[in-house]
């Protein structure tokens, strides 16, 4: 099976900066999508990567290097609307999307 | 447009009784999948059909069944539940099957089998 690991928790205070990483270990790569999941929510798309380096979109960005199985997702200028959880999924060689467990940020005032 | 929806919004049903969980999307996408999200595990595929009359099964499929007549439609049948298909299920779609397409989810359905 495919092996994604991110951190279970994180916690960060309003506009500062979070950083969340993922490691991955798959069959064959087809690009990394991070999600964003409120609770009782769907997930829904945030970035995806399949060059290496990082894709900047408003507050969000996203870095990837295959050649060492990484990526992270970072928040700038938190908002409590962050609070959330952020999947990291990896598409394999056969085109399946495979998750990590998820890391839930929790933004404080 | 409604993208996907999903129904029931939530259930509770006794172990052994079958079930099916319905999932419709009006955007047109040829490949729609199911996952279950349980805590500590993430999302998991359970079956995905990448175009209308074919499916294929992802890393959970034991105890579920899914058809795909058309293009909209894709129901998850539980043919005799039991305690540990109590999770949260997502179906999802995607323009295409097979690609680095991303994909959509619905609202979810939350089951509880006692």
């Known amino acids: 099976g495919q092996n994604i690991d991110q951190p279970t928790e994180m916690t960060a205070t309003e506009g500062a900066i979070v950083q969340i990483n993922c490691t991955y270990q798959t069959s064959g790569f087809n690009g990394l999508f991070w999600y964003q999941q409120h609770a009782g929510e769907a997930p829904t798309f945030l970035s995806y990567n399949v060059l290496d380096g990082l894709e900047e979109k408003g507050r969000f960005s996203s870095f990837l290097s295959r050649s060492k199985g990484y990526s992270y997702l970072l928040l700038k200028e938190l908002q409590m609307k962050d609070s959330a959880s952020y999947l990291c999924?990896?598409?394999?060689?056969?085109?399946?999307?495979?998750f990590g467990a998820g890391t839930t940020v929790t933004v404080r005032a | 447009i409604a993208g996907i929806t999903q129904a029931p919004t939530s259930q509770i049903l006794a172990a052994g009784r079958r079930m099916t969980l319905r999932c419709t999307q009006d955007m047109r996408h040829n490949a729609m999948y199911w996952y279950r999200q349980d805590l500590g595990l993430g999302l998991r595929l359970i079956h995905y059909s990448n175009t209308a009359g074919t499916t294929g099964k992802g890393e959970v499929p034991d105890g579920y069944s899914v058809s795909r007549a058309n293009t909209d439609d894709f129901p998850l049948t539980l043919a005799s539940a039991v305690p540990s298909q109590t999770s949260v299920y997502f179906c999802?779609?995607?323009?295409?099957?097979?690609?680095?397409?991303?994909?959509?989810f619905g609202p979810g359905t939350r089951l509880t089998v006692l």
């Open positions: 999802a779609s995607s323009v295409e099957g097979g690609t680095t397409d991303t994909q959509y």
């Open positions: 999924a990896v598409r394999d060689g056969d085109y399946k999307l495979s």
